[in-house]
C-alpha cells in the first residue's frame, strides 16, 4: 500500500472541556478535530463551493486510537484525499504531536457530495476534483474496469 503524504495540516487548540475526569481527551473530540480537518482542507483546496446548495457528508469513518493525547500537549490534525470516485471520495486524517510528529490517532472516511437543494447525492463537481488531485499531486480517480 503506498505511504500517504500529508499535505494538509491545521494545528488545535485543545479546550478544557475536551479533556475527560481521567486527564486525557476524551475520544468523542477527535471527530471533531477530524471535521475541523476536513473543513478547513475544502475550504483551502476547493475553490468555488456553494455552501448554501452543496456539502459533503460523511457515510462512513473507521478510527483508530493509538496513543492518549493531554490537554498540555500540543496537536495537529493532518487530511489528505486518497481516492476520488463518481460521487465519493476517501480521506485518510490522523492527530499528530507537534512535538514529536508522532501519531496519537488515524481516521479512514468516504465522504459523498450532497445536494442540499434536491436533498440527494450528486456527482463530484469536475472543478473540485481537478482541484483536489492538482493539490494532492496525483491524479486520484478511481480507474473504471
Not at 5 to 11: E, G, W
Not at 115 to 126: F, G, M, Q, V
Not at 130 to 145: H, N, W
Request: charged residues 25%; hydrophobic residues 40%.
Amino acid at each position: 500500500m503506498e505511504e500517504i503524504v500529508f499535505k494538509h495540516t491545521l494545528p488545535l487548540q485543545i479546550r478544557f472541556n475536551d479533556v475527560d475526569k481521567f486527564g486525557h481527551i476524551n475520544n468523542s473530540i477527535y471527530l471533531s478535530f477530524y471535521d475541523l480537518g476536513k473543513t478547513e482542507y475544502f475550504a483551502s483546496v476547493c475553490p468555488n463551493v456553494d455552501w448554501e446548495k452543496d456539502a459533503i457528508v460523511v457515510v462512513h469513518i473507521d478510527v483508530d486510537f493509538i496513543s492518549q493525547i493531554f490537554s498540555t500537549d500540543h496537536v495537529s490534525v493532518q487530511t489528505a484525499v486518497t481516492s476520488i470516485g463518481t460521487k465519493s471520495f476517501e480521506l485518510a486524517q490522523q492527530v499528530i504531536s507537534n512535538d514529536t510528529k508522532e501519531v496519537k490517532c488515524v481516521c479512514r472516511s468516504v465522504m459523498v457530495t450532497y445536494d442540499l437543494i434536491a436533498h440527494k447525492s450528486k456527482p463530484l463537481n469536475e472543478e473540485w476534483i481537478e482541484a483536489i488531485c492538482a493539490y494532492e499531486g496525483k491524479d486520484l480517480r478511481k480507474k473504471k474496469l
